[in-house]
């Protein structure tokens, strides 16, 4: 799951009508669950403790994208694939990265012994200038004395972007600014495009220090960023194609997705190891299979810098492989204890075949799983490309997201499991080789009756 964009809810009024389906389509089985056999020819091989053991392998190490870590996490993944006789391939991409170089700031000639981190999307540059306390930084606590002069500035109340442009456009030529009340550490802070003059960080500590002393003497500083600026990384996808059986192929393709990279230092047991996990359950059970639909089975890179993986995957389909492409499922954090229920998102919060195979494995199974609007994942990337795609996650998220603690220890099987269940039925309800192509089908069990659901992540 990716934090940085934020998709806005549906409007209200908009979403929250009933399928449409006649009333007797509304069968909700969910006080007599049974799954059909067709069902059971998938979800009675599931075995979690697989799923698990694959948390638990890759989870083992942080995998953020471009590391090491990652790279190791794609050659277990490939060779897993590998073992199931899957054709296999590892698709490289690169995608650009903040290095924040080497930054440093002389006070009165003498070098600053405190840590200094560069802002990311800092210029280079040396600039030498008296140094002056502009406060929190807002358009109050800047005057024209700041022209010609470096801008000590607070953190807090403001964006970063403010607080550096209120200076910009009084004339100053560099930033240092420190923690604010409660931030720990150095490492922080964004500069913008246009935004040309090099800023850094420093700790609270280390500001408050220097509000003391140019209370009682003048500083002049040097601020010196340089080597900073962005890098290509490689990031890689991993692809496992299963052919439908010859006799029976109706053309079709489905693609059953999670992402394999982590947040940085995190070891990301729920986002996306999990995910991965149920993506090769699956790809173990269908490997024997016969199906009269092509399956891929892709884990991503890159997804937490931006779906860039994803995003490079859809622009290699070709308009052949979109136009048969009827389904992308995206699994993305199906395995935490502390989250909340299922549900499925789409970009548009409309439904799609994706959310109608999903509810109605649900009803079969467990229960009816509901609908929701949400980006942020993977699926987007096929959504604009004209796939119905969606992501299945749990909502609200756990409170360790994105941090050190999403640990294999809050995983739970039951949810690993019946989430592998649902997809997993899904999946074959459209492969299944005793059914015709999809636009033809009246495939059993009839649609069931599913709702939007707004609620927060
Ligand atoms: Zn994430």
Redesign the pocket.
């Given at each position: 799951?990716?934090?940085k964009t934020f998709t806005a809810l549906l409007v209200a009024g908009l979403a929250l009508s009933s399928s449409g389906l006649p009333a007797e389509a509304g069968n909700k089985p969910t006080d007599n669950p049974s799954a059909h056999a067709f069902d059971n020819k998938v979800i009675k091989k599931i075995n979690v403790d697989n799923m698990y053991n694959n948390i638990a392998k890759l989870s083992a190490q942080p995998r953020e994208a471009g590391t090491e870590g990652e790279y190791n996490a794609v050659q277990y993944i490939k060779s897993q694939f590998e073992q199931l006789g899957y054709e296999t391939e590892l698709q490289p991409f690169t995608f650009p990265e903040w290095d924040g170089g080497d930054s440093s700031i002389l006070l009165n000639d003498q070098v600053f012994d405190g840590g200094v981190h560069t802002f990311s999307g800092s210029v280079n540059g040396n600039v030498t200038a008296p140094l002056v306390y502009v406060g929190l930084g807002s358009t109050e606590e800047v005057s024209n004395d700041v022209e010609g002069k470096i801008a000590l500035i607070e953190r807090g109340s403001y964006s970063f972007y403010d607080k550096i442009q209120h200076v910009l456009d009084k004339g100053a030529v560099g930033v240092i600014m420190f923690n604010g009340d409660g931030n720990t550490g150095y490492q922080f802070g964004s500069a913008y495009e246009g935004q040309d003059i090099p800023a850094v960080a420093i700790s609270r500590e280390d500001g408050l220090k220097l509000v003391n002393r140019l209370e009682n003497e003048n500083v002049t500083a040097t601020v010196n960023v340089e080597n900073a600026g962005n890098v290509d990384k490689t990031s890689y996808n991993v692809i496992a194609k299963k052919k439908p059986h010859p006799n029976k192929d109706t053309g079709q393709i489905t693609m059953i997705g999670a992402h394999h990279d982590s947040?940085h230092g995190g070891p990301g047991a729920n986002?996306?190891a999990s995910g991965v996990s149920a993506v090769l359950e699956l790809a173990r059970i269908m490997a024997k299979t016969p199906t009269d639909t092509e399956l891929r089975f892709v884990t991503f890179g890159a997804?937490?810098k931006g779906l860039v993986g994803s995003y490079h995957y859809a622009s290699t389909l070709s308009e052949e492989e979109v136009e048969k492409t009827v389904a992308h499922f995206q699994l993305?954090?199906i395995g935490s204890r502390d989250a909340g229920d299922l549900i499925m998102f789409t970009p548009d919060g409309e439904k799609n075949l994706v959310t109608d195979f999903g509810a109605a494995a649900g009803a079969r199974i467990s229960e009816v799983v509901e609908y929701g609007q949400l980006g942020r994942s993977d699926h987007v990337p096929f959504f604009e490309r004209g796939i119905p795609a969606a992501l299945f996650i749990h909502a609200p998220l756990e409170p360790w997201?994105?941090s050190p603690d999403d640990t294999l220890d809050k995983i739970s099987k039951e949810k690993l499991q019946e989430v592998a269940e649902i997809v997993g039925a899904a999946v074959y309800q459209i492969a299944r080789p005793d059914t015709p192509a999809l636009e033809n089908a009246r495939v059993a069990p009839g649609p069931v009756d599913y709702e939007y659901d707004d609620r927060p992540l």
């Open positions: 799951m990716y934090r947040v986002d996306d997804e937490e993305d954090m997201y994105h």
